[in-house]
């Protein structure tokens, strides 16, 4: 049986019809202590979730769909190392790269000893760096590490970098490349010294057409401008669970660091795909990010469903997207460091869970994963909250923010955070048409014009949010923020009774790739393709 | 009476409903021709809507909804000058900023001499700066430029900045501050020489939040760095339609450039808002740009419906939304250089269109602009793609790439498009269960390991992309795919009803925030605020 099949799905559904279009206006009227009861506090996070469409009922009803959907065994499961990633038939442990000490999960399939090997040898790797002590071929100390990869490779260690980069290493940077198009590496190139240039190639199967040819590239101009003699491995690290490849493509054994099969490429950036992110803060701060992320999963595996974040971000989500039909979320930090996190975050969310066959191959039944989008939310409120206000479409945000500053400057956070409560509170309550007439009366607008601009400075109100608010980017609330959203994640597959861990969806366009490529060598090759791509590979020739 | 009560309409909707979920599959098998009929292009544009979901039939009932809803009208009305932006009674002249002669609208009402003026001054200032010829407070050539704005006064500028880099000045910096988080402005001013910066302070009422509290720390930081004699007003310019104000500020008289009431932010980088952009690329590159969006204009206003890029590409648009019934459109450049495109279009699309009351006041009764989102695509593809493939959405794409790189390397261009077009193909086709079944047959899997698998690796296809494919990153080309995006928002507009050029949904957020500023400082006024407010208010101010 799926979980929409459920009493627990039947009684969320007769509580909707019941609840319909009620207003958040009525709901802080009807509750004034809403404010408390609806929000959770972890740490140095507090989770506001007062301004969802939602009451006490409402979360009980949905704690009853988790329970239904079997979401503590599923908890269970998970860290007991099963291999809930059935359609692999692999385990999923990225909780055990946050950990440390074991055995994990237990002791006769202990990984810990790799993971903590693993972690010394990254943090041996990350202080020579550090401190300027690892050399090029020339024998200079290396100032720029260009960390090579694509998706989970590159997403979750490029967001964290800049997120926690009031912590950087003063000197030595490092950079990001991810993108086949020679418009990403080629610029990079020309700012840095080849004799003080390190790349990470990061790549599980060492394989990624992307990860290799921009590999291939950075070979090409290392040796076009060192010479042809120097020992190039100087200048090379890896991450693969494939080593004798990183060996055959140039890499010292001890500079290639293992990533294992249970692990998926969104949530490794706690494993050795974080180690370019290791050595921009430092294995110290590494280890932060690492305990703030261990210490979520502890809350969520032994906290009751009821005060449980992930649980209850999850089952949130679930409202919104099967019961009252958002179809998309939106991610709206409002820190400059975070401006990574809505494209971590679709990722962690949309390649998980935007899937619509279960675990067991059936159709899942019921609406899944909604688009995950946003942007800086101080930027977006000059861009697009506009439809968010009064575009007519039903948009569930997270706000996040912090109080500190990571980068105080004066009379600046006070205004941002005022900026972000004002937002979720003109979304949430809206103004009347009593309202606006009442305002542009005090304002002593005419009355004719008064009726030709009312509709359009009406604000419907009743769009639902959270807020996410942090006390400070520290590493530790970092690691649980993600951690957090992992397990929401986790949460949300368990109800839709999805596979949260393979990506099935990713392979047809790879192998459409690979046919379409020989075509602009070789245009006879064309002819067995689609009438559109034929085209399209036409115009490519095309004198200019 | 609303477009959407039209017979147009009720024949599109009697159509859609024979249409049904008719498939791309039997679209191209019943008409093999259709890549070369359902495809536009315009100068070095190639604009291929084949793998639309839609038949010629179907366009031409759109070209009717079109005609009914007087959009030839609304086009004329918009180059006659007419004020359409009505809740605000002004013109809509933005297509006079490319321009190169007049008079225009007409001769009563001409602008373009203003226009001229204003960028024949542009040039000359900088000129100056290209050729190191302007100087700070201590006589030091200036080095840096920032530009502080947001919203239109960032977004368009920076994203062509970013689209046209391949033709930076070498020296001389262009950066782009927009956010109040002090996380964005302080990390960039450690990178700074006070001596040699110049900041563009750009708002159109120079009120800003945002902008005015960056412009002021700027200042302080200046006056702080260079000692307090010295004349500060060489560090400045300003744009600005309130020229009085930039005064105030302390910009000098012949450092203010105007912009006019009859531009919107969103449609402004052609103005004195790209001021920062021109200096960046060059007058010249600057001409080239608004000579391909003047051109991309004549097109617009010259071409029949049916082959009128922005015409169609504003009719797909409005299929896909009110009869497919897509809640979202995805922007996938395949140009890192166009990586600010997908935050560009959001604002240009959801502050225009995201409304949901028409010109007259009335409830536009369709839904309007959907959520516009999307990242680089070949990112996207190790990202989010999974969803778009397999999460039983509808999200209609927007694939854009370029033929030549602009940052060519040896391979990368052609397995750059090869992706590209490969995952327009595979969005489209998709792989059936008896495909999958024989291509597991053909690797020789097991038959239960096909019958535990074969689900998960079915692709159901038809999901709708348009390809744009421009033949490089020209300023002609890029200034024309720009115009050619601004057009399409305004058709939709006509159709659905809507004045695309006022936005009253950011009035209340602002609102609201300066409600709550002071109540950081007086937490008495706290009282007035909503319960969720308080609390947040109440959590910033506990210890940590």
Chains 1, 2 share one sequence.
């Not at 099949?5 to 609840?19: Q, V, Y």
């Not at 007991?80 to 006769?108: C, M, Q, Y």
């Not at 070979?219 to 991450?239: K, P, S």
């Not at 019921?366 to 506009?386: D, R």
Request: glycine share 8%; with cysteine; aromatic share 8%.
């Amino acid at each position: 049986m799926t979980n929409t099949a459920s009493h627990a799905w039947a009684a969320l559904a007769a509580h909707h019809r019941e609840f319909g279009e009620k207003h958040l206006r009525d709901l802080f009227r009807d509750d004034p202590d809403r404010a408390a009861s609806l929000s959770l506090s972890f740490e140095d996070i507090l989770f506001d979730f007062s301004k969802q469409r939602l009451t006490q009922g409402t979360l009980d009803l949905l704690v009853g769909l988790a329970e239904a959907a079997s979401v503590p065994e599923a908890i269970r499961r998970m860290f007991d190392g099963e291999r809930i990633n059935t359609t692999e038939k692999r385990s999923v442990l990225h909780v055990a790269l946050r950990r440390f000490s074991g055995p994990f999960p237990d002791a006769r399939t202990d990984v810990m000893p790799d993971v903590l090997a693993t972690r010394g040898r990254m943090a041996k790797f990350a202080e020579q760096l550090r401190a300027g002590k690892s050399q090029g071929a020339h024998g200079m100390a290396i100032h720029d590490v260009v960390n090579i990869g694509i998706g989970g490779s590159d997403l979750g260690p490029k967001m964290v970098s800049q997120a926690l980069r009031a912590l950087a290493h003063p000197t030595l940077k490092v950079h990001y490349v991810s993108n086949l198009d020679g418009a990403q590496l080629a610029p990079l190139l020309q700012t840095l010294d080849p004799r003080t240039t390190l790349f990470i190639v990061v790549s599980k199967t060492f394989t990624t057409q992307e990860t290799m040819l921009n590999a291939e590239t950075a070979r090409q101009w290392l040796r076009a401008n060192l010479g042809g003699e120097v020992d190039l491995a100087r200048h090379f690290a890896a991450v693969s669970s494939r080593p004798e490849r990183a060996a055959a493509f140039g890499v010292g054994p001890e500079r290639v660091f293992p990533i294992w099969d249970w692990v998926g490429g969104r949530y490794s950036l706690w494993s050795a795909v974080g180690l370019a992110l290791m050595i921009a803060i430092g294995p110290h701060a590494f280890d932060e990010l690492l305990r703030g992320a261990e210490r979520m999963d502890e809350h969520f595996r032994a906290t009751p469903l009821a005060r449980n974040l992930p649980v209850v971000m999850g089952l949130i989500g679930v409202w919104n997207t099967n019961f009252l039909g958002a179809a998309t979320h939106a991610v709206l930090p409002y820190n400059e460091s975070l401006k990574y996190l809505p494209s971590f975050l679709q990722q962690l969310e949309m390649e998980s869970n935007g899937k619509s066959v279960g675990s067991a191959g059936d159709p899942v039944g019921s609406a899944t994963c909604p688009i995950v989008w946003g942007e800086l939310g101080n930027n977006g409120q000059h861009a697009f909250f506009q439809l968010l206000h009064q575009g007519g479409r039903l948009v569930p945000c997270d706000f996040i923010a912090s109080v500190r500053s990571d980068y105080p400057l004066p009379g600046h956070q006070e205004a941002l955070l005022s900026n972000c409560f004002a937002q979720t509170s003109a979304l949430a309550f809206g103004k009347t048409a009593e309202e606006v007439r009442e305002s542009m009366e005090r304002e002593n607008v005419a009355p004719e014009e008064i009726a030709g601009l009312l509709p359009h400075r009406v604000f419907a109100g009743n769009q639902p949010s959270s807020t996410l608010l942090l006390k400070s980017l520290s590493p530790a609330t970092v690691g649980a923020l993600i951690a957090l959203y992992e397990h929401k994640v986790f949460v949300q597959g368990a109800i839709w009774g999805i596979n949260s861990f393979d990506q099935w969806g990713v392979e047809l366009g790879k192998a459409m790739a690979s046919r379409i490529l020989p075509a602009f060598a070789d245009p006879s090759l064309a002819s067995a393709l689609d009438a559109s791509t034929r085209a399209l590979l036409a115009y490519c020739r095309r004198p200019s």
